[in-house]
């Protein structure tokens, strides 16, 4: 078998055993947080940090939750980091935008955060500024889902197939599932434009 067969084999199997129940549990979370009127806040590092912006896009067009991540402001964050240190930046800023029990924070990750290991331990950190404040937690995350998936109100593990695959395909099924829930019919409030061209 070729590695491209491979992949794409991993792929399909993936899809086969996520867990459809989290992904519920996941879009009603959510919709509680939009009918509050509270905020989702989008945690991530390395390509996880770019799904994290391109998910804020999403949640705001289209299924017009109010949402941000830390990652926009490149001046803020590397402002904090050098100020506070990279562990506590994503808490601090978290605590400057004034997290309450009325928000989420949605954490997209290969690891899910460990501090045992001292692997995104400011995911760990920020997720425990999170539970302190009554904030929800939600999560796409990699491997054994690590502390976002111990701390979770709702997490969805992308099954490890391959451990040579774990990174490329966790950070793909991120967008796979956050595309799911924001094209849901019960999230969605705007078209998207390919849909509305006739």
């Given amino acids: ?24 549990k996941m879009i009603q979370i959510l919709l509680d ?10 945690l991530g590092v390395g390509g996880s940090a770019g799904n994290a912006s391109h998910a804020v896009n999403d949640f705001r067009k289209i299924a017009d939750i109010e949402s941000y991540s830390p990652c926009d402001n490149v001046s803020e ?12 930046v994503f808490a601090e800023w978290l605590k400057g935008s004034r997290l309450n029990n009325r928000d989420g924070v949605f954490v997209l990750s290969v690891g899910g955060g460990n501090l045992e290991k ?7 950190r920020a997720l425990e500024y999170a539970k302190k404040t009554g904030a929800k937690i ?9 502390f ?3 701390v979770a109100d709702a997490c969805v593990i992308i099954p490890t197939l391959n451990a040579a695959t774990v990174t490329p395909h966790a950070e793909a099924f991120q967008g796979v599932i956050w ?11 705007a078209e998207m434009k390919w849909e509305s061209v006739k």
């Fill in 77 to 88: 964050l590397t402002a904090r980091t050098n100020d506070d240190g990279w562990e506590s």
């Fill in 1 to 24: 078998m070729s590695y491209v067969d491979g992949y794409l084999a991993e792929v399909k199997t993936i899809t086969e055993q996520i867990n459809r129940a989290e992904i519920e």
């Fill in 33 to 42: 947080i939009r009918r509050n009127n509270g905020r989702v806040f989008f």
């Fill in 118 to 124: 001292s692997v995104s331990v400011n995911l760990v």
């Fill in 138 to 146: 939600v999560g796409i995350v990699g491997r054994d889902g690590g």
């Fill in 179 to 189: 595309h799911l829930i924001v094209s849901d019919p019960r999230m969605s409030v």
């Fill in 148 to 150: 976002t998936g111990k």
